[in-house]
């Protein structure tokens, strides 16, 4: 069997402004990054446009080694409308090193449904990552150059400071450090440490932005720490919102590229669903919107993660909503939620998908609390059963839920054309209204108890000191009306990686609260979750590898 590199690289890809041509974009407008990726400015979005086209998001049941292909359903929806006649365009996040380089592998589909170059956007892409950092760099080095300062300094007290630096790699040696060290002349002695730049506020900002302008207020308003005399300061007291979105300038551009059947790919920004907002950018769903009939995007990690947060955060603050929802699952996945061991999935097995069909069921349950219109895609491989299949099907007609079976890695588009035309029946014709989880003027204690008890199923909250003096701290600043971001495991409904199915009875434990004013949003963080991952014992960097034309393989 081929691999998804060994695909991509049999295609022979259409220069980008063949691609912009689809969309009616001048080739005139096009900033190229070579010949099969680009930049496109914002004009292009439209909001008479934008409003009256269709959203397709796409989701999926908890994560597992196993994997469920979520970005790859994603990919081939879009190719199969298109094949129905319906011009569509995907709008996806951009890869980031870190797991590239970790455990998952590349992040641009898979089989006959891909988006390319994939090498170039799983490595460097169009240097949006680079720029996100060095923004968010830059900000730490002004707020030490002021700690340091004797002629400007705002009297920052270095405790407080709670912005980090960040960098696009999984380090765990970075997550808690001492910077300053070395006498008066190198800084003031603090403690801080690094997050992984998906994590980054300027990236959460990147991808809420509405243009320059919103870009800049936002900025200017990231949250740094408090003087001596407990004033807080903001990013724009030290005037750092010009420089830092001067770095942004043409990251903020949405980058157009292809799939493997040559339909357009709008890719931008990158944040994890599982410690931040976890999808593309407000800026690269309008610019899909206004230049095709159809956009479909994705949502990181499951439901519970990344499409509450779709449906809470990004689209009350856009002003947008999904026409229909499609949940991704695999039968190998619901066996692993069962408690099949990896090492046998792909063994045929009804009971143990009986066992984890509960984790489909709550984000089914899930789905129709929001009152949108959810449709299930079994993402099917070889040596899944026909009986398997069936029992998954039965399921959603109990639940009175559509479901389609798809084959887009061995297929492309061809192997989606059930789900794409029945994708297009309820985009069409579904008339439910959105229904936000919860309202933002609740407070803060509420909005977390309720997305914990209705989303995740837990019995309890449990507020550590630490986050009820963080609370404390959101009250007192006036940001407690801010929606929640929720850093919690994407292994698990629960707060616990290693509860799989559908747990219950289960407390899920708020261990501090960070807050993000810049991008709107406060984060209690949950369990044991990091913001700055670490390398697993065998990383996938260990299969990368590039020959002397050039070519790389390993990548997946």
């Not at 400015?41 to 994560?63: D, T």
């Not at 931008?268 to 159809?294: C, D, R, W």
């Not at 899944?384 to 479901?403: A, R």
């Amino acid at each position: 069997m081929k691999t998804d590199i060994e695909i991509a690289h049999e295609i022979k890809m259409k220069p980008i402004g063949e691609i912009a041509d689809i969309l009616g974009i001048d080739r005139e407008d096009l900033i190229p990054y070579g010949k099969f990726k680009a930049k496109v400015p914002l004009k292009y979005i439209n909001k008479q446009k934008y409003e009256k086209n269709k959203l397709i998001l796409v989701s999926a049941i908890s994560p597992t080694p196993a994997g469920e292909g979520k970005t790859t359903v994603s990919i081939g929806l879009t190719q199969g409308l298109n094949r129905i006649g319906k011009q569509t365009t995907v709008v996806l996040r951009e890869p980031s090193l870190g797991p590239v380089f970790g455990i998952k592998g590349g992040a641009t589909g898979g089989g006959y449904s891909q988006v390319l170059p994939m090498e170039d956007i799983n490595l460097h892409f169009t240097g949006d990552f680079n720029a996100v950092e060095r923004a968010h760099n830059l900000l730490s080095a002004l707020i030490d150059n002021n700690i340091q300062s004797k002629k400007k300094s705002l009297g920052i007290d270095p405790r407080t400071v709670s912005w980090k630096r960040v960098m696009d790699m999984n380090d765990r040696s970075l997550r808690h450090m001492i910077v300053g060290l070395g006498g008066t002349t190198h800084g003031i002695p603090r403690e801080t440490g690094f997050d992984i730049t998906a994590a980054s506020e300027v990236m959460a900002i990147l991808c809420l932005a509405e243009d320059m302008e919103d870009l800049k207020r936002r900025l200017g308003n990231i949250f740094i720490g408090y003087t001596y005399d407990k004033k807080p300061i903001y990013a724009r007291d030290l005037k750092a919102e010009g420089a830092m979105a001067a770095l942004l300038r043409d990251a903020i551009m949405p980058n157009l590229v292809q799939t493997i059947e040559g339909t357009p790919a709008i890719i931008h920004g990158g944040p994890f669903a599982n410690i931040a907002q976890g999808t593309n950018s407000v800026l690269a769903t309008k610019m899909g919107l206004s230049l095709s009939e159809y956009v479909v995007t994705e949502a990181g990690f499951g439901f519970d993660l990344g499409a509450e947060k779709f449906i809470d955060i990004k689209c009350k603050y856009a002003g947008l909503r999904p026409n229909a929802v499609v949940l991704v699952a695999t039968i190998r996945a619901l066996k692993y939620h069962g408690g099949k061991d990896l090492k046998e999935i792909k063994e045929p097995d009804v009971n143990a998908l009986k066992n984890g069909i509960g984790n489909l069921q709550k984000h089914i349950e899930n789905m129709k609390q929001f009152g949108v219109c959810p449709v299930v895609a079994i993402n099917r491989f070889t040596t899944d059963t026909n009986e398997e299949v069936d029992y998954i099907k039965s399921v959603c007609k109990e639940m009175d839920v559509p479901v389609s079976e798809v084959d887009v890695w061995g297929k492309g588009g061809g192997g989606a054309i059930e789900l794409a035309n029945l994708v297009d029946k309820i985009a069409t014709s579904c008339t439910n209204q959105i229904n936000p989880l919860y309202e933002w003027e609740w407070t803060p204690e509420l909005k977390i108890e309720t997305i914990a008890k209705k989303l995740y199923g837990a019995a309890a909250i449990d507020f550590t000191a630490q986050a009820k003096t963080d609370l404390q701290k959101v009250y007192k600043l006036g940001l407690d009306k801010l929606p929640i971001c929720m850093a919690k495991t994407q292994k698990s409904l629960s707060d616990n990686p290693d509860l799989l199915g559908r747990p219950k009875d289960f407390v899920v434990t708020v261990r501090e609260i960070e807050i993000a004013a810049g991008a709107g949003f406060i984060v209690p963080i949950t369990g044991q979750i990091m913001r700055m991952p670490g390398l697993p014992d065998e990383p996938a960097a260990e299969r990368i590898d590039v020959d002397n034309n050039g070519v790389i393989t390993g990548l997946f």
